[in-house]
Nanobody, 120 residues
Framework: QAQLVESGGGLVQPAGSLRLSCVASGNIFSIEIMGWYRQVPGNQRELVAQITGGGTTAYVDSVKGRFTISRDNAKNTVYLQMNNLKPGDTAVYYC??????????????WGQGTQVTVSS
């Protein structure tokens, strides 16, 4: 079993910045893809950005040029730097990680979610 713990959400004004962090812990042999999703009540969860173990990244079009995903493999941590935030970015943000245990197959784990609110 593994756990993901997120931090860094909050209230920010439009054009402001926030940095989300997510630390994986527990029975971990390796971590493959790590990602950030977001969800607004009544809508489906949306992939925002993801990063492979080798550092290849991908973003949803609406955040390209504003958000940057990165990871520290030594710390089992993924980050999401969010700049020039817009009210439309308001959502609960969830991190995900595809984790392989020493004696178990790769499973996708989720964090508990952190609220990001962009408002003046």
């Amino acid at each position: 079993q593994a756990q993901l713990v997120e931090s860094g959400g909050g209230l920010v004004q439009p054009a402001g910045s926030l940095r989300l962090s997510c630390v994986a812990s527990g029975n971990i042999f390796s971590i493959e893809i790590m990602g950030w999703y977001r969800q607004v009540p009544g809508n489906q969860r949306e992939l925002v950005a993801q990063i492979t173990g080798g550092g290849t990244t991908a973003y949803v079009d609406s955040v390209k040029g504003r958000f940057t995903i990165s990871r520290d493999n030594a710390k089992n941590t993924v980050y999401l730097q969010m700049n020039n935030l817009k009210p439309g970015d308001t959502a609960v943000y969830y991190c995900s990680a595809d984790i392989r245990g020493p004696l178990s197959p790769t499973l996708r784990y989720w964090g508990q979610g952190t609220q990001v609110t962009v408002s003046s």
